[in-house]
């Protein structure tokens, strides 16, 4: 047997385990959405990075900052940063109204403050936002599957498919978040062990000059603020991470997420950062090949690595597509059950639209049509026109189901035209025309 088929069914058959075993006392819909409102702080923490960091950093930022140099790593820590910053203040606000309005759902805050129709449009966009971008991971799976075991892309996404939903639909969010939790550890490990491999590989360290000067030619002040604009405020804006604020068993364990993410992440952004940088410098020295692709330069890397990194570097890749995945299309679930269908007893429900919307990603997956790769890529510019919702529970008063229809269609809409006619920087207009509808429609409201 191939030894990355042996290595992947090993993987399956633990997280399979692990599902099976956290189903045990899920009996409402609390229990399968958010675990009950009953997670520690360690496991919070490392589901949150494990949802929050997919795929794209050991294939997406080790080639960005293979290929643009220091700014990525500015890149991703504003990320970090903003999300930290988010955090701090507002995971205790979250988590409290949570649970004194008895949230699942994170549309259930819409619907609170500005309508039922509003939380509705909102699991909509979110639809729309995240279906096409959850297919991306499943592809990245199957491509790894195909190039490692020699199984065809067909039955790749057919395997990706099975693990995303058999392990949400057997535990819920305690199946997702204990399987991420592993995984969380697996991928820091893997990543531990691929720097300082590629270190020795390379024989050390250095930031080619013209990577190291930001602004370049790449990284200039205007596309700086594009890109980080959406992944600042991703905390808030993301459904598959904001439902993430409402598991928490108290404040104490919202603190604790909130520190040991920060720990993780800052450690596992520099790690990832260091591997595409040291890249670099091993093309400069002729140690590496010079790979004009971004997205090929893990491949590459994995291409010239013993099996015994090579393989787990390849699954801790699957791992991060997988963890993402089956988070976003659980937390989907609980608002196309709960703020579109109304559904908010039964858990059958939740499982068989686990089911539905996999199968949807997976057609999505099978058909790899054009406008996906656009849409992942728009996600998160997409959602921001959420945030002055978000932001509006917390410190506005007026406005009510007209400002939250309006604000989200304009939003919606100045993102995916403005994409459509190629403009250059649609996250910034997104973000301005989104809080000026916001507070034009709050005050005719009143």
């Given at each position: 047997?191939?030894?990355?088929?042996?290595?992947?069914?090993?993987?399956?058959?633990?997280?399979?385990?692990?599902a099976l075993y956290a189903r045990r006392g899920v009996r409402t819909q609390e229990d399968y959405f958010i675990g009950g409102r009953n997670v520690g702080g360690i496991v919070s923490a490392l589901t949150y990075a494990a949802t929050t960091y997919s795929a794209f950093m050991m294939v997406g930022l080790v080639g960005l900052s293979y290929k643009t140099g220091a700014g990525a790593l500015g890149f991703e820590l504003m990320y970090l940063v903003g999300t930290l910053f988010l955090l701090s203040y507002y995971a205790p606000k979250v988590w409290r109204l949570g649970k004194e309005k008895g949230f699942v759902s994170p549309a259930?805050?819409?619907?609170?403050?500005?309508?039922?129709?509003?939380?509705?449009?909102?699991?909509?966009?979110?639809?729309?936002?995240?279906?096409?971008?959850?297919?991306?991971?499943?592809?990245?799976?199957?491509?790894?599957?195909?190039?490692?075991?020699?199984?065809?892309?067909a039955n790749g996404v057919a395997i990706a498919s099975i693990l995303i939903a058999l392990w949400a639909f057997l535990g819920g969010l305690r199946g997702v978040a204990w399987t991420d939790a592993v995984q969380g550890v697996f991928m820091l490990t893997v990543a531990v062990a691929a720097v300082l491999w590629t270190y020795n590989y390379v024989g050390g360290f250095e930031i080619p000059k013209e990577l190291a000067v930001v602004p370049n030619e790449f990284w200039t002040p205007l596309r700086f603020a594009t890109l980080t604009i959406p992944w600042f405020f991703f905390a808030l804006t993301n459904p598959q991470v904001f439902q993430r604020l409402f598991i928490p068993k108290d404040e104490r364990a919202i603190k604790r997420m909130v520190v040991l993410f920060g720990l993780f992440g800052l450690i596992y952004t520099v790690l990832v950062t260091f591997l595409g940088l040291d890249l670099r410098f091993g093309t400069v020295l002729g140690r590496f090949p010079n790979v004009g692709d971004m997205d090929k330069v893990t491949p590459t890397l994995l291409s010239l690595m013993p099996p015994w990194i090579s393989l787990p570097l390849a699954l801790s890749i699957i791992a991060a597509a997988v963890t993402t995945a089956n988070s976003i299309v659980l937390t989907l679930s609980s608002m196309v059950l709960r703020d579109v269908v109304g559904e908010k007893k039964r858990i059958i429900g939740g499982e068989i639209v686990v089911v539905v919307l996999t199968l949807v990603v997976a057609?999505?997956?099978?058909?790899?049509?054009?406008?996906i790769v656009m849409l992942a890529v728009l996600s998160s510019t997409i959602l921001l026109c959420q945030l002055p919702l978000i932001l509006g529970v917390f410190h506005w008063k007026r406005g009510g189901e007209l400002?939250?229809?309006?604000?989200?269609?304009?939003?919606?809409?100045?993102?995916?035209?403005?994409?459509?006619?190629?403009?250059?920087?649609?996250?910034?207009?997104?973000?301005?025309v989104s809080f000026v509808a916001f507070a034009v429609f709050s005050?005719?409201?009143?």
């Open positions: 047997m191939n030894d990355f088929i042996a290595l992947t069914i090993f993987y399956a058959v633990v997280g399979t385990a692990i259930e805050i819409f619907a609170d403050r500005y309508g039922v129709a509003t939380a509705k449009l909102s699991a909509i966009l979110a639809l729309v936002a995240l279906i096409p971008y959850t297919s991306i991971q499943m592809i990245g799976v199957a491509l790894i599957l195909q190039k490692n075991a020699g199984i065809s892309f057609l999505f997956a099978l058909m790899r049509v054009n406008y400002t939250g229809l309006a604000t989200l269609t304009i939003g919606f809409l100045t993102a995916i035209v403005l994409s459509a006619m190629r403009f250059g920087a649609v996250s910034i207009p997104t973000f301005a005050l005719i409201e009143g």
